[in-house]
């Protein structure tokens, strides 16, 4: 499966960005995805994460009750509500593909090319 990430922009703090991830392939649906970050300097980490039916959804604790990820497996697409951004947000966003919801990028397989976003204080 291919991912294309997209939605990434400068906001200021306390607004809101929706990234999305559209996927080629018919595949999409048997999928977990997961989205993850990485700031300048430091390791990639995971955000969050949904089940193939959407009925199970993951959190970083560093975003939960600000963000919220949902997808639509008839436009294979994943997206990632932002709201009440903050400076330490900032971060390139990659999109993921794997067999379960989970927190480690090693569960991953598939990956997008990442869509930066900018959070201005």
């Known amino acids: 499966v291919q991912l294309q990430a997209s939605g990434g922009g400068l906001v200021q703090a306390g607004g809101s960005l929706r990234l999305s991830c559209a996927a080629s392939?018919?595949?999409?649906?048997?999928?977990?995805m997961g989205w993850f970050r990485q700031a300048p300097g430091k390791e990639r980490e995971f955000v969050a994460a949904?089940?193939?039916?959407?009925?199970?959804?993951y959190y970083a604790d560093s975003v939960k009750g600000r963000f919220t990820i949902s997808r639509d497996n008839a436009k294979n697409t994943v997206y990632l509500q932002m709201n009440s951004l903050k400076p330490e947000d900032t971060a390139v966003y990659y999109c993921?593909?794997?067999?379960?919801?989970?927190?480690?990028?090693?569960?991953?397989?598939?990956w997008g090319q990442g869509t930066l976003v900018t959070v201005s204080s």
């Open positions: 392939g018919r595949t999409f649906s048997s999928y977990a």
């Open positions: 949904i089940s193939w039916s959407g009925g199970s959804t």
């Open positions: 993921a593909a794997g067999s379960a919801v989970a927190p480690s990028r090693y569960e991953y397989d598939y």
